[in-house]
Every structure is written in C-alpha cells, then in structure tokens.
C-alpha cells in the first residue's frame, strides 16, 4: 500500500488549497481515512477522519472550512480547505487503516486517532502567511 500526498503550497491568509492522497495497493471496500497535520516540534494533530460510508468527522478547528472528499471512479482522496489561517500552517499527512468487515462511520473513524491508522502518507506542506 502506498499513500501519495499532493497539493500543498505557500498561500496567503484567506486563501484555498485543495490536497489530494492518492492510494495504490489499497482495495479495502470498508474503511477508515483521516487527515492528520503537524508542525515540528508538535504533535500530529487529527483534522479529518472519511469513512467508506461517506461520512466525516472534523476537528474544532478546521470545522466549518475543510472538507474531506473521495474521487469514486479512482482512489483518491481530497481535502478542501478554504478560508486558510496561519495556524492551518504545517505538513499534512493522509492515513488509512487497515479495513474492516463494514462501514465504521465518520466518527468512530476520527476516534481512531493516529495509532488507528497502518499506512501513511510522506507528508505535502501547506504554508499559510
């Protein structure tokens, strides 16, 4: 299984960014994926968690802002975040678990936390000033 971030780039407060997690090797028809981010010297934080169902769950933070998406006719994954902050600023990772036998739902799945998650992305840096 292999996780391939993309999207991330210096903006300026306010703007939109949309990343992308595109997953090879990764079949499972019932699953979890989150988005975690992290700023060095920090722990990674959890801002959004998809289950296979289609639902999601959202940190406080990025509520409201982000939205978490998957393309069905291919295995990727989005995050669209709008309305960018300086604390939004940081290396975003995507994580999926290792499947289950039926859909766990956007909550259960962001409850899972980071050790909840087998297969990790390289990380993309969104920059926001």
């Known amino acids: 299984v292999q996780l391939v971030e993309s999207g991330g780039a210096s903006v300026q407060p306010g703007g939109s960014l949309r990343l992308s997690c595109a997953a090879s090797?990764?079949?499972?028809?019932?699953?979890?994926m989150a988005w975690f981010r992290q700023v060095a010297g920090k722990e990674r934080e959890e801002v959004a968690a998809?289950?296979?169902?289609?639902?999601?769950e959202y940190s406080d933070s990025v509520k409201g802002r982000f939205t978490s998406s998957k393309d069905i006719s291919q295995n990727i994954w989005y995050l669209e975040m709008n309305n960018l902050k300086p604390e939004d600023t940081a290396m975003y990772y995507c994580?999926?678990?290792?499947?289950?036998?039926?859909?766990?739902?956007?909550?259960?799945?962001?409850?899972?936390?980071?050790?909840?998650?087998?297969?990790w992305g390289q990380g993309t840096q969104v920059t926001v000033s």
């Open positions: 994580a999926a678990d290792s499947g289950f036998i039926f859909d766990l739902g956007g909550s259960y799945c962001y409850r899972k936390g980071r050790d909840g998650y087998n297969y």
């Open positions: 090797g990764y079949t499972k028809n019932h699953y979890c």
């Open positions: 998809y289950s296979s169902d289609g639902t999601t």
